[in-house]
Protein backbone atom coordinates (compact mmCIF):
# COMPACT_ATOMS: atom_id res chain seq x y z
CA UNK A 1 0.00 0.00 0.00
CA UNK A 2 1.40 3.41 -0.97
CA UNK A 3 -0.26 6.83 0.49
CA UNK A 4 0.31 9.95 -0.25
CA UNK A 5 -0.82 12.57 2.85
CA UNK A 6 -0.96 16.60 2.44
CA UNK A 7 -0.76 19.64 4.81
CA UNK A 8 -0.48 22.94 5.01
CA UNK A 9 -3.10 23.96 3.51
CA UNK A 10 -5.47 27.25 4.64
CA UNK A 11 -6.90 30.39 4.45
CA UNK A 12 -4.91 33.37 3.47
CA UNK A 13 -5.42 37.05 2.23
CA UNK A 14 -4.30 38.00 -1.47
CA UNK A 15 -0.68 38.54 -1.48
CA UNK A 16 -0.07 35.76 1.47
CA UNK A 17 2.18 32.94 1.12
CA UNK A 18 1.56 29.31 1.60
CA UNK A 19 3.53 26.15 2.17
CA UNK A 20 1.75 22.36 1.35
CA UNK A 21 3.80 19.14 2.06
CA UNK A 22 2.77 15.70 0.94
CA UNK A 23 4.40 12.54 2.48
CA UNK A 24 4.39 9.32 0.24
CA UNK A 25 4.64 6.35 2.79
CA UNK A 26 4.81 2.62 2.72
CA UNK A 27 6.06 0.13 -0.10
CA UNK A 28 8.33 2.77 -1.72
CA UNK A 29 11.42 1.34 -4.34
CA UNK A 30 11.43 4.73 -6.28
CA UNK A 31 9.31 8.11 -7.18
CA UNK A 32 9.73 9.39 -10.52
CA UNK A 33 7.48 12.74 -11.00
CA UNK A 34 5.77 14.05 -7.91
CA UNK A 35 3.81 17.38 -7.82
CA UNK A 36 0.63 18.86 -7.81
CA UNK A 37 -2.75 19.47 -9.00
CA UNK A 38 -5.92 21.45 -7.78
CA UNK A 39 -8.78 21.85 -8.72
CA UNK A 40 -11.38 24.75 -8.25
CA UNK A 41 -15.47 24.40 -8.16
CA UNK A 42 -16.61 23.95 -11.52
CA UNK A 43 -13.17 23.83 -13.50
CA UNK A 44 -11.33 20.65 -14.60
CA UNK A 45 -8.27 19.71 -12.47
CA UNK A 46 -5.12 21.33 -13.32
CA UNK A 47 -1.61 20.67 -13.02
CA UNK A 48 0.15 23.37 -10.96
CA UNK A 49 3.66 22.04 -10.91
CA UNK A 50 5.74 18.82 -10.61
CA UNK A 51 9.56 18.16 -10.30
CA UNK A 52 11.38 14.67 -11.34
CA UNK A 53 13.52 12.62 -9.68
CA UNK A 54 16.26 13.97 -11.33
CA UNK A 55 15.27 18.01 -10.66
CA UNK A 56 13.71 18.78 -13.72
CA UNK A 57 11.05 20.83 -13.03
CA UNK A 58 7.71 22.20 -14.37
CA UNK A 59 5.09 24.90 -13.63
CA UNK A 60 1.60 26.24 -14.87
CA UNK A 61 1.69 29.68 -16.95
CA UNK A 62 -0.51 30.80 -13.98
CA UNK A 63 2.08 30.05 -11.42
CA UNK A 64 5.06 30.68 -12.82
CA UNK A 65 7.55 33.03 -10.74
CA UNK A 66 5.15 33.01 -7.48
CA UNK A 67 5.47 29.29 -6.56
CA UNK A 68 8.32 27.12 -5.83
CA UNK A 69 8.57 22.99 -5.80
CA UNK A 70 10.91 21.56 -3.94
CA UNK A 71 11.42 17.62 -3.03
CA UNK A 72 13.22 15.79 -0.13
CA UNK A 73 13.63 12.00 -1.86
CA UNK A 74 15.04 11.11 1.04
CA UNK A 75 12.13 11.29 2.68
CA UNK A 76 10.18 11.11 0.27
CA UNK A 77 8.27 14.60 0.37
CA UNK A 78 7.32 17.25 -2.14
CA UNK A 79 6.81 21.03 -1.01
CA UNK A 80 4.79 23.74 -2.73
CA UNK A 81 5.61 27.03 -1.64
CA UNK A 82 3.18 29.50 -2.73
CA UNK A 83 3.34 33.42 -2.61
CA UNK A 84 1.61 36.49 -3.74
CA UNK A 85 -0.83 34.57 -3.79
CA UNK A 86 -4.16 35.39 -5.64
CA UNK A 87 -8.09 34.80 -5.10
CA UNK A 88 -7.49 32.76 -8.74
CA UNK A 89 -5.52 30.09 -6.86
CA UNK A 90 -8.37 29.13 -4.11
CA UNK A 91 -8.92 25.15 -5.01
CA UNK A 92 -8.11 22.10 -3.44
CA UNK A 93 -5.09 21.08 -3.74
CA UNK A 94 -3.81 17.43 -5.01
CA UNK A 95 0.06 15.71 -4.64
CA UNK A 96 0.56 13.38 -7.45
CA UNK A 97 3.37 10.97 -7.12
CA UNK A 98 4.28 8.20 -9.67
CA UNK A 99 5.78 5.35 -8.00
CA UNK A 100 7.97 1.79 -8.04
CA UNK A 101 6.27 -0.06 -5.43
CA UNK A 102 9.10 -2.39 -5.87
CA UNK A 103 12.54 -3.89 -7.14
CA UNK A 104 10.83 -6.77 -9.32
CA UNK A 105 8.36 -4.32 -10.55
CA UNK A 106 9.47 -2.04 -12.90
CA UNK A 107 6.03 -0.14 -13.60
CA UNK A 108 5.24 3.21 -11.74
CA UNK A 109 2.21 3.50 -10.22
CA UNK A 110 0.17 7.12 -10.12
CA UNK A 111 -1.40 7.48 -6.51
CA UNK A 112 -3.01 11.12 -5.62
CA UNK A 113 -3.79 12.17 -2.23
CA UNK A 114 -6.86 13.54 -0.35
CA UNK A 115 -6.13 16.95 -1.45
CA UNK A 116 -5.93 20.05 0.70
CA UNK A 117 -8.05 23.24 0.53
CA UNK A 118 -6.32 26.70 -0.27
CA UNK A 119 -8.50 29.63 0.08
CA UNK A 120 -7.30 33.33 -0.86
CA UNK A 121 -9.23 35.89 0.16
CA UNK A 122 -9.00 39.12 -1.65
Known amino acids: QVHLVESGGGLVQAGGSLRLSCAAS????????MGWYRQAPGKQRERVAV???????YFADSVKGRFTISRDNAKNTVYLRMTSLKPEDTAVYYC????????????????WGQGTQVTVSS
Open 26 to 33: GSIFGINV
Open 96 to 111: NADIRKTWSDSTYYTY
Open 51 to 57: ATSGGST
